[in-house]
């Protein structure tokens, strides 16, 4: 309808065209009245043309228009053409009529529309249009256009229903302004309905609810900040919580968020120094910074300022110390990077430049060679008596004097084992164990002469492992066996041990396997023909922790099942030829306990649902005579069964049989179930 759409107002200011143009139609329609009606003579109609002027309608508009008066052309004289025209115009005008009875009314063109002559039906359709636009203009301009409806009109009805509808609509949207904050404005949209509807009740009523919540939130909102100014963190949350079980949007969204932000930065200097304090503890280096940044931040007008200017050195000396564990880590450059961070407010500048001095000594000493460890003593040396790091320094001068020492016998030792024989590799043992255990390189020279005695263990066995592969390649058991003894001449603790270990462990595997492997085909082959018993006795002539054991083991443990399963099958069939109720469910019981995976199992299952079905036959005879025993006979019919469905059916007959319901009966009181659901 993108003809009949409804402008944002209905203007009025067309009306006094509109009635003008009502005019001008009316008097064309009392011009054409003038024609005459089919039956009038000729000569009538010639009398008519005379008298009056010819009619031309405009195709624009409906204005009567005179020609110019002058002598008649010469075809409205032809009496052939009138009698023509007689004929047709009664025709044409009834077909018109016709047409216009039946034409389907269009949607009306509201702002067009003249409101004082509009019917009712047309100010329902106009305000419908109005009232989906969904703002409260339109709905009250919807509510204006159908108020005046007449109560005795067939409409009413849907005015009415309407007029409530778009009230509430109002209400409605005046109530999203009031979850918006907007008080005055929710209240004096509610107003703006009309007093003289039936929904204009609910305003006062909607109002004076909108005014509790609020007043209401207002309270809380106020008792929390008294809570606020007090330093009463706890309370003041707890209050403004309240806020969030408020039926108000604004106040459980807005304000609770305000009051929460009021809350923070109130308590905010006193929060500070305990987040310092918090972030410090077992943190990083950027961790104590965000400390000392938050201590640095608390004004001296805070009561706070005196604590947090003493924890300043606290955190200082917690980054001095991940500096001396970057140090002891050998990590100079990171522990020399930390120390240079500590802020000045720490008042550790003393501390601090020791702490720098010496990690630089000690990264030269480091580099391991004479040169770096001299540079690194000079270093060391610098540091004054009066210094508080001034013993460190000098123990360290000590010790890298001793390394200085140390270096000259390992690279004396390295020269010598260069060589690579037996003899070479002693001599370098022999020169290193000349420093002392206690000695900076002591560590490094132990780690030097294993190296060098695993070298020469390795020259000295090798001949031996390398035989002993030898030897294993023919791969029958005299040579395996070879092979291991050969192999077991290296000792433990020797370089070669482990491998040589290895190596033992396989060749053994194999002579176990050459061995028992035709045992355990003779056991597969008993199986086979069916002789479980001696197969399983077969198998167990292989020991324990042998490289077969476990394929025996298994093996033994199948057939064995085997042996169960038979037995148990040939139990259960023995045991069903009694017939009877109580040896048929025992025999199921029994032939059940027939693994899924034995191949008896085919048969298991067809014989089980025989004797269910066996059951089942026996219960219905005995239900004959005795229902209550054809009922226990029929529950044994095992749940799987191809006869259980059909056992549970029958059962539930017979109780129905034996205890029928009556027609009405009220809902039970208890949660007891009926025993066919107990079952």
Not at 524 to 531: D, H, S, T, Y
Not at 569 to 582: D, F, N, R, S, Y
Not at 625 to 633: A, C
Request: net charge negative.
């Amino acid at each position: 309808m993108t003809e009949r759409d409804i402008p944002d107002s209905w203007s009025i200011a067309k009306e006094p065209d509109k009635i003008a143009e009502l005019s001008r139609r009316q008097q064309f329609s009392d011009r054409l009245s003038d024609v005459p009606a089919t039956g009038s003579t000729l000569k009538s109609v010639q009398r008519s043309k005379e008298n009056n002027s010819e009619v031309a309608l405009d195709s624009q508009s409906p204005v009567i228009k005179p020609r110019n008066s002058g002598k008649l052309p010469g075809w409205t004289k032809s009496w052939v053409l009138w009698t023509l025209l007689l004929a047709l115009v009664p025709g044409a005008i009834a077909f018109s009529s016709m047409a216009m009875l039946l034409k389907l009314p269009s949607a009306p063109n509201c702002p067009e529309i003249f409101w004082p002559l509009a019917s009712a039906s047309v100010r329902l359709n106009c305000a419908q249009l109005a009232a989906s636009k969904e703002t409260v203009k339109d709905l009250l301009q919807a509510i204006a256009l159908v108020k005046e409806v007449p109560e005795d009109h067939p409409l009413r009805g849907q005015v009415d229903h309407f007029l409530k509808e778009w009230s509430q609509d109002i209400l409605q949207l005046a109530d999203e302004s009031f979850q918006l904050g907007k008080l005055d404005e929710a209240m004096a949209t509610a107003r703006k309905i009309p007093t003289d509807v039936d929904a204009a009740k609910l305003v006062d009523e909607k109002i004076t609810k909108w005014e509790s919540i609020w007043s209401k939130a207002d309270g809380i909102y106020n008792d929390s900040v008294a809570q606020i100014r007090d330093e009463k963190w706890h309370q003041a949350f707890m209050l403004a919580s309240r806020l969030l079980r408020v039926n108000n949007k604004y106040w459980a969204n807005s304000k609770y968020d305000e009051l929460n932000r009021l809350i923070v930065v109130t308590r905010e200097d006193s929060e500070k120094l305990a987040k310092a304090e918090s972030t410090s503890k077992d943190g990083t280096v950027e961790d104590l910074l965000k400390a000392i940044k938050l201590a640095e931040s608390i004004g001296q007008q805070s009561f706070m300022y005196q604590k947090a200017q003493d924890a300043i050195p606290d955190y200082g000396r917690k980054m001095l110390h991940i500096a001396q564990n970057k140090l002891d880590k050998q990590d100079a450059n990171a522990a020399i990077s930390i120390a240079q961070k500590i802020p000045v407010n720490a008042k550790l500048q003393i501390e601090t430049e020791d702490f720098i001095a010496l990690a630089e000594a000690q990264r030269n000493a480091w580099i391991g060679t004479v040169a770096s460890l001299q540079t690194a003593i000079s270093q060391a040396q610098q540091i004054d008596t009066t210094r508080p790091a001034y013993d460190k320094a000098q123990k360290l001068v000590v010790r890298w004097q001793l390394e200085i020492e140390d270096l000259a016998h390992l690279e004396k030792a390295q020269e010598l084992a260069n060589g690579g024989t037996i003899n070479d590799l002693t001599a370098a043992v022999a020169e290193a164990q000349i420093i002392p255990g206690d000695h900076p390189r002591a560590k490094e020279a132990r780690g030097n002469i294993a190296g060098w005695i695993a070298q020469v263990q390795t020259i000295e066995d090798r001949p031996y492992l390398d035989h002993a592969e030898q030897l294993a390649m023919l791969e029958d058991i005299n040579s395996l066996q070879a092979a291991v003894a050969e192999a077991s001449q290296i000792h433990r603790g020797r370089a070669l041990y482990p491998e040589a270990q290895s190596k033992i462990a396989a060749w053994i595997g194999s002579i176990q396997r050459i061995q028992d492997q035709p045992i355990l085909d003779q056991a597969q082959e008993l199986a086979r023909n069916g002789n479980l018993p001696a197969a399983i006795a077969t198998a167990q002539r292989i020991s324990s922790g042998r490289a077969l054991s476990k394929t025996a083991r298994a093996s033994a443990e199948g057939w064995l099942e085997q042996i169960s399963a038979r037995d148990n099958w040939k139990k259960a069939q023995e045991t069903a030829i009694a017939g009877t109720p109580e040896a048929l469910a025992e025999a199921i019981r029994l032939a059940n306990l027939v693994p899924d995976n034995s191949s008896l199992r085919s048969d298991v299952n067809v014989t089980v649902d025989q004797w269910s079905q066996q059951l089942l036959d026996i219960a219905r005879s005995q239900s004959q005579s005795d229902i209550v025993r054809g009922i226990e006979t029929a529950k044994l019919v095992p749940r799987g069964s191809a006869a259980y469905t059909e056992a549970r059916e029958q059962i539930k007959t017979w109780r129905q049989f034996l205890h029928p319901q009556p027609t009405e009966q009220p809902q039970p009181t208890t949660t007891e179930q009926p025993l066919i659901e107990q079952q």
